[in-house]
């Protein structure tokens, strides 16, 4: 079974400063999607990037980049300009491909806890 | 795009009773929806995956007959939770993935379920 591992419970950061939060999965496929996933207090989970296994290029999507080591299995977010609108939980999640048309479900890490201090 | 919406936010009942949460995709088709439950400051269990026309596939470890899930089209899908009891009080999240999405998931806000 795929499994998902975040260490960091818990990370801070000053604000406009860069941090990066851990993932690593476990996976027998070669062909997967992995995404980060934002909670705010509101508790809307919120897309934040997401990568396909096939690409060797690592997503970016604005202040948030990701560093994908295949072979590892690791794939970590970073946040530059850490921003207050940043705190929130992160949840890195693992998805294997799924061609017929509908959905594979996610498997979800526990989740990293990001307060951003002014 | 790729709105979800979830009624009722919030639902405060007696024991015993049934409470139906309704997901919605607002502005496209969602060809599988998925169903979660989240304790406090935990993350996401999946409670169930269900298509639009079939039986929802449930995960281990959760009733069948406690979580009903209905799919009625692809568009909208039900979880009533049945005879609820105070351990079945919880964070409720629904997500809608579609086609061409990359595996994608779009979340509704959540609903909130108090069982007194």
């Known amino acids: 079974a795929q499994t998902v591992t975040q260490s960091q419970p818990e990370m801070s950061v000053q604000e406009a400063e860069t941090v990066t939060l851990s993932c690593t999965y476990d996976?027998?496929?070669?062909?997967?999607?992995l995404f980060w996933y934002k909670q705010p207090p509101s508790r809307q989970m919120i897309l934040v990037i997401r990568q396909e296994a096939y690409k060797q290029q690592n997503a970016t999507e604005n202040r948030f980049s990701v560093n994908f080591q295949k072979a590892a299995k690791s794939f970590s977010l970073k946040i530059s300009d850490s921003q207050l609108g940043d705190a929130a939980m992160y949840f890195c999640?693992?998805?294997?491909?799924f061609g017929g048309g509908g959905s594979e479900k996610l498997v979800f890490g526990k989740g990293t806890k990001l307060t951003v201090n002014p | 795009g790729a709105v979800v919406s979830q009624h009722p936010s919030r639902v405060i009942c007696k024991s015993g009773t049934s409470v139906k949460i309704e997901c919605r995709s607002l502005d496209f088709q969602a060809t599988t929806m998925f169903w979660y439950r989240q304790f406090p400051k935990k993350s996401l269990m999946l409670m169930a995956t269900s298509n639009e026309g079939s039986k929802a596939t449930y995960e281990q470890g959760v009733e069948k007959d406690k979580f009903l899930i209905n799919h009625a089209s692809l568009t909208l899908s039900t979880l009533t939770v049945t005879s609820a009891h105070p351990e079945d009080s919880s964070f409720y999240i629904c997500s809608a993935s579609r086609a061409g999405a990359g595996n994608e998931q779009f979340f509704g806000p959540g609903t909130r379920l108090t069982v007194l």
């Open positions: 996976t027998s496929e070669s062909d997967y999607y």
């Open positions: 999640a693992y998805s294997k491909r």
